[in-house]
């Protein structure tokens, strides 16, 4: 509900496409700088306290921006510090949560747990926004911040409530910090699937995850759907993922790098698409589309790296698949609010999808192994 709330709040304030963009970047601009250092956390210490810890600290940001709003003090600085502190925290969080799953179900459930995961998210997803839409419209942005902020309650319950699991914590090393860091960098350039997976994660993240961006623009200035249907454009997408993530757990051979590569092309397609239709029927069902093969993608390639990844690395090399996902994100949503200020958002759109679609294919050719060679493949 507050990713719809704070864009949206955002525009109100600015009625800048370059300013929602820039508040987006900085996000996940401290994930970008500083990624590695949560791996070294994740590697070192007990990832459930860890992440009860990051759970609490989310709750400022999100308690600030709902007492700013309800005595109407809010200001685009504030809702940019907001961001930032969000995003320091996420430094932490996202590498810890990622290498988390495997030791909940260890390396042969990893596929269909991180697909279990995306499901029980993206069912949040799907109502979420479409929530938020109705609440913005009757009650205002302040809600949304104020429930964000309460949730995160019931996720540090259900971590205390996670018991007996095993702990991959590495033993104090005398390396430097800045050694461990070279250790998972060097790693994940010499892997062969790993550092293809981290460069089309990236470039998709930088090209065609922008949808923070630029779909409060299309339900805004091009299908002129205001907030309930952006929260309805945002809740298509949503459910795409949640099917696409229920259904992957049927598909035989499901971590295929080939399949994976079909999933990518077909991702870049379904936004293509999009950036052509101006029929507001016909952008939901292609966004439920670009969700379902968004989920597959991601997800194939989560689980191909984490598989490849030694139990003593998989902090760091999560952080740096952390930073190609979710760092990237400053990049990619200041390049694509400057396009939409310069151009218009389809344009942006258009233009992201194309560059993701010849990337993956130019990863393909150059690389072949990152789509045909599988961790069981080789020693990983």
């Known amino acids: 509900m507050q990713s719809i709330a704070q ?12 300013l929602v963009g820039l508040v987006l970047a900085m996000q996940n601009l401290p994930l970008l700088v500083a990624g590695p250092f949560g791996g070294l956390v994740a590697d070192r210490f007990p990832k459930r306290r860890v992440l ?4 609490a600290a989310f ?17 685009y600085p504030l809702v940019l510090a907001s961001a930032l502190a969000w995003g320091v925290i996420q430094v932490i969080d996202m590498p810890t949560r990622q290498a988390f ?16 995961n995306s499901s029980i998210w993206n ?52 390396q430097r910090m800045s050694s461990r860091m070279v250790e998972g960098a060097r790693y994940v350039r010499r ?52 099917t696409g ?12 790098g080939r399949r994976q590569f079909r999933v990518g092309l077909g991702w870049a397609v379904c ?41 003593r690395l998989r902090g760091r090399v999560m952080a740096f698949y952390a930073q190609a996902v979710m760092g990237m994100g400053p990049l990619g949503a200041a390049q694509a609010g400057a396009i939409a200020s310069l151009l218009d958002p389809p344009a942006a759109m258009l233009i992201g999808a194309v560059a993701a679609g010849i990337v993956l294919v130019a990863i393909r050719l150059l690389r072949p192994a990152a789509f045909t060679l599988e961790p069981a493949d080789y020693a990983g």
Not at 291 to 306: H, K, P, S
């Open 123 to 174: 069912s949040a997803a799907v109502v979420g926004p479409a929530a938020a839409g109705v609440l913005i419209a009757m009650l205002g942005v302040p809600v949304c911040f104020l429930l964000n902020g309460i949730s995160y309650l019931a996720v540090i319950g259900a971590l205390a409530f996670m018991t007996n699991l095993p702990s991959l914590v590495v033993k104090p090393e005398r």
């Open 52 to 55: 009860q810890l990051t759970q």
């Open 271 to 311: 936004l293509v698409a999009l950036s052509l239709s101006r029929y507001f029927p016909v952008s939901l069902l292609l966004l439920y589309l670009a969700g379902i093969t968004q989920m597959w993608f991601l997800t194939i390639a989560n689980t191909r790296v984490q598989r490849a990844t030694p139990d």
């Open 191 to 242: 892997d062969p699937i790993v550092l293809s997976m981290l460069l089309a994660a990236g470039v998709f993240s930088l090209f065609a995850m922008n949808r923070l961006t630029l779909i409060p623009l299309f339900a805004d200035r091009v299908l002129h759907a205001g907030a309930i249907g952006f929260g309805l454009m945002m809740a298509a997408q949503g459910l795409g993922a949640l």
């Open 101 to 116: 799953a495997i030791e909940m179900v260890g390396r042969d459930d990893l596929m269909n747990a991180i697909a279990l």
């Open 7 to 18: 864009p949206w709040l955002v525009l109100q304030l600015t009625h800048s496409a370059f």
């Open 59 to 75: 709750m400022v940001p999100a308690l600030f921006l709902f007492v700013m709003t309800s005595i109407h003090a809010v200001s």
């Open 245 to 256: 993530a229920l259904t992957l757990a049927f598909v035989p051979n499901q971590a295929s």
